[in-house]
């Protein structure tokens, strides 16, 4: 059984360097979703793809912050010239088009920190 | 503007004993809720769900209650277990739309 999986797991970074994380979801899942988690908060979407279509972004997500998912299948997230602020716990998500309405299978995350 | 709150970040509760969480939220086009649990170092996993049309689902030890006119959703979990014990996080959509708003939290901490 394979879950939703994230790499890497965790991500230590000074600021103003560029970071990608990688997301393959379900196999099969058509819709893939990033958050973002702070430290006694609920996760925070930032936005979310069906098949390799970016369908809605979030506000939160910055010009320095860059999603894609290519072929329908994988994602990246890319952060550029990050600052301290986005030190935070990123999830992915997916889930299928049909199934169990708006259930969503998280990953573990990748946690960043911005020194 | 939080959509949606959880009003109380921890709670204690005896191995045995009834666990209720809370959660309130503001958005009256939300039409589904999601309860997921969280341990430490893992991604949240799905609990249980309730539409908008149905005012209580059940599973197993699990029960989630809807009051739509209070726009007020409660889990109970009945008996508790201290293997319950972990960060509980209340979700609601729009069916369709794509993305959930989740709440803050609540820690539960079932004691033996």
């Known amino acids: 059984d394979t879950g939703v999986s994230q790499d890497p797991r965790h991500k230590i970074t000074k600021r103003g360097q560029n970071v990608t994380f990688r997301c393959d979801p379900i196999s099969e899942h058509n819709r893939l979703y990033w958050y973002r988690q702070t430290l006694g908060q609920g996760p925070e979407f930032l936005t979310y793809f069906q098949n390799e279509a970016q369908l809605e972004k979030s506000r939160l997500l910055s010009d320095r912050f860059s999603a894609e998912r290519p072929k329908g299948s994988f994602s990246t997230l890319e952060i550029q010239r990050t600052e301290q602020g986005d030190s935070a716990m990123y999830l992915c998500a997916s889930r299928p088009d049909r199934g169990r309405v708006e259930t969503q299978y998280f990953g573990p995350g990748t946690r960043l920190l911005v020194l | ?112």
Not at chain 2, 30 to 54: C, M, N, Q, R, V
Not at chain 2, 76 to 81: A, E, G, K, T
């Open chain 2, 1 to 112: 503007d939080q959509q949606v709150k959880q009003n109380s970040p921890s709670l204690s509760v005896q191995e045995g004993r009834i666990s209720i969480l809370n959660c309130d939220y503001t958005n009256s086009m939300f039409d589904y809720f999601l309860w997921y649990k969280k341990y430490p170092a893992e991604g949240p996993t799905f609990l249980i769900s309730i539409s908008s049309i149905k005012d209580k689902n059940e599973d197993g030890r699990f029960t989630v209650f809807l009051n739509k006119s209070a726009k007020h959703l409660s889990l109970h979990i009945v008996p508790s277990q201290p293997g319950d014990s972990a960060v509980y996080f209340c979700a609601a959509s729009r069916v369709g739309a794509g993305k959930s708003t989740f709440g803050d939290g609540t820690t539960l901490t079932v004691k033996p």
